[in-house]
């Protein structure tokens, strides 16, 4: 999906998003639609240490590297 980026701020393009789980049972669809209104909106992302944080509204993500 395209996104416009600044120095702290994701700007989605909504409209060009792919789905894929739209007619799965719960709760894979559920999965889908949670996604889907996060990238709706802008992202506000920070890194804090090894995380990457991104906030939309009144969801934070927090990503995280995973060592085998």
């Given at each position: 999906?395209?996104?416009?980026?600044?120095?702290?701020?994701?700007?989605?393009?909504?409209?060009?998003?792919?789905?894929?789980?739209?007619?799965?049972?719960?709760p894979a669809s559920e999965y889908e639609a949670w996604a889907k209104r996060l990238v709706s909106r802008p992202l506000d992302y920070r890194l804090d240490g090894?995380?990457?944080v991104l906030e939309s509204g009144t969801v934070t993500l927090r990503l995280s590297r995973v060592v085998d």
């Open positions: 999906m395209p996104a416009t980026i600044s120095a702290d701020r994701i700007q989605p393009d909504a409209d060009h998003l792919a789905i894929g789980a739209m007619s799965c049972p719960a090894d995380e990457l």
